[in-house]
């Protein structure tokens, strides 16, 4: 297939355009790639990256400044170096945690028991987000931090009526939804 080379600029709107451009500089930029990166599969997915970093920036290129491959040369080389700084990023999160014990069948029964033990406590504060932010915290300060209305209207600013109808409408609104409180809990909240 003959083609008209206009430089990288046409490639991001012509898919014709950008695989001659693409067949004309894939291997340069394999080897560019294999000179420096050890690892074939590392390198087959940066020479994908730099050709998919091509095509944003394509309309960058200026011939006057120049030669395509130069220019193709500089998105490799970008492309090159934001793979090293993840991968000093995830060398350095896996030092952070190589010194931490990882659970055994043990620990992950009993964390998945400590899970299922929550669940109720996360639905609940999952259907707490969905209320009105007045209405969330007067629930907060009575039921999880123990205040009594006076307390919580004073910590509020609010007056003890509106506190107690806020709770009123939060409790309410909590009912509804099937299996977030056990009623013995419910009971609590009067």
């Not at 500089?25 to 990256?49: I, K, Q």
């Not at 290129?61 to 030669?67: E, Q």
């Not at 406590?121 to 932010?133: K, S």
Request: charge should be positive; charged fraction near 30%.
């Amino acid at each position: 297939m003959r083609f008209r080379r206009t430089g990288p600029v046409g490639i991001s709107t012509d898919p014709e355009a950008f695989e001659a451009f693409y067949r004309c500089h894939v291997e340069a930029v394999t080897r560019f790639m294999a000179r420096r990166v050890d690892d074939p599969h590392t390198v087959a997915d940066l020479v994908a990256e730099v050709f998919v970093a091509v095509l944003d920036s394509a309309h960058t290129y200026r011939s006057g400044l120049g030669s395509e491959i130069g220019w193709l040369y500089g998105v490799a080389r970008n492309t090159l170096s934001a793979e090293r700084r993840r991968a000093v990023s995830e060398l350095r999160l896996a030092t952070r945690i190589s010194g931490r014990r990882l659970l055994d069948a043990d620990d992950l029964s009993r964390m998945e028991e400590r899970l299922d033990a929550e669940s109720p406590a996360r639905r609940a504060f999952e259907a707490m987000a969905g209320l009105p932010d007045s209405e969330r915290a007067v629930l907060e300060l009575v039921v999880v931090d123990q205040l009594s209305v006076p307390e919580a209207a004073a910590a509020l600013g609010i007056r003890q009526g509106t506190t107690r109808v806020r709770l009123h409408r939060a409790r309410k609104a909590l009912r509804r939804i099937p299996g977030v409180i056990s009623p013995t809990v419910m009971e609590g909240l009067r």
